[in-house]
């Protein structure tokens, strides 16, 4: 019998995924991290980027960010996000363009949003891309 941990991950709207979990990896703000069955009780903050669910039958399951905070209790580790989409659901040609709107604007440093502002959106957009970058290699095998 494999052992697992229960995963929640919830948005601001409604909670995305709730079921059992071999492996959770998310981004947190000091690097990717982690949580396996009987991982120690933490609390830390997510940055925009990825969470991989692993299931017991070896199923990735891909998930955006868009940062938020992630808890791990002897069973259960929760994920608690502003905006949580699953990799399927992203829009490509909508992160491709937010993208190049925050490259230019940092390049344009005259633009009326802020260099932090700008920052962030380049991160999220990245973030998204990747999910979708990861989800295009796991249907290929």
Avoid: W
């Amino acid at each position: 019998m494999t052992i697992t941990i229960r995963c929640d991950i919830v948005s601001a709207e409604k909670e995305i995924f709730q079921g059992d979990a071999t492996l959770v990896v998310a981004t947190a703000e000091l690097g990717e991290i982690g949580i396996a069955p009987r991982h120690a009780p933490l609390i830390t903050r997510l940055k925009p980027g990825k969470v991989i669910v692993t299931r017991p039958n070896g199923e990735k399951l891909d998930f955006y960010v868009s940062g938020g905070m992630l808890e791990v209790q002897p069973q259960v580790v929760t994920v608690l996000a502003d905006t949580v989409e699953r990799a399927e659901d992203l829009d490509e040609a909508a992160a491709l363009k937010a993208k190049e709107e925050a490259e230019r604007i940092l390049a344009n440093r005259s633009e009326a949003m802020s260099v932090a502002e700008a920052q962030v959106q380049l991160q999220q957009a990245m973030a998204q891309l990747q999910a979708l970058e990861r989800l295009r290699k796991n249907l290929k095998h």
